[in-house]
């Protein structure tokens, strides 16, 4: 499975089953989550087998469960887009390996001996990750010409993007952005509210995939 049908198959799973993750899986990933940081000077660590993280009122309260293993998504304050771009890739890639994810803001714990945070960075977010006790249901889902200009006008690759960009997971499923056509080029917003530009970088994501067109200009 490539990054492109991930998107398709992927949707949020908040319970796990005990089933350990094999360790060229998790090999792959962690390769995967090296190349992102290469790129992006983001500081995305791998933990795995960390039950404590998910363990309390609040992973409950949440209605997580079986969590053992996620991505601590780190990186510097101010870098939410970039976090939610490169977190985006990782959760696709880790799809297309046959796992499940949850992106995940607030129900869970800080556990400050599981990964390593430099002066400057914060923990963004975490990936929850491990193999789901389902895999998901599809979201409920803006239109469109709800989240687009020149939607209808505008070439197949601008009209592919948009729609995987609909696919992708945004806090509390808000999709507040907004993708315009304007001459060839690609104009994304981000709405107010919370997290928001983190789903910005997660929509840029989803949009390129759709797309397939080597040198989207955003603008
Ligand atoms: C930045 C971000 C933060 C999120 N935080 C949480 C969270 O704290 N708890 C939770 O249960 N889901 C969280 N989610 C998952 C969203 O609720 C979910 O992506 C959305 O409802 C769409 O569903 P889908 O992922 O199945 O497509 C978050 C998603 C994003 C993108």
Redesign the pocket.
Known sequence: MDLKQAMTE???V?SYLDRPIESEVSNALSEFIEECNKKSGLHLQLVLNEPKAFDGFMAHY???SGVRNYVALIGKKGEDEKI?YYGEKIALFAQSIGLNT??????YKKIKTAFTVEKGEKVH?VLALGYGATH????KSKSANEVSTGYDDAPSWFRNGVNAAL?A?????QQKFTLCYEDGKVRAEAGAGF?TQ??LG?VKCHFELGAEKDDIEWI
Do not use: E
């Not at 997971?169 to 499923?173: G, H, I, R, S």
């Open positions: 992927r949707h949020s908040r949440g209605k997580f939610g949850c992106w995940v803001a607030l129900t977010c998901g249901v599809q979201h696919l997971p945004t806090a509390m499923n997290y983190m789903d997660i």
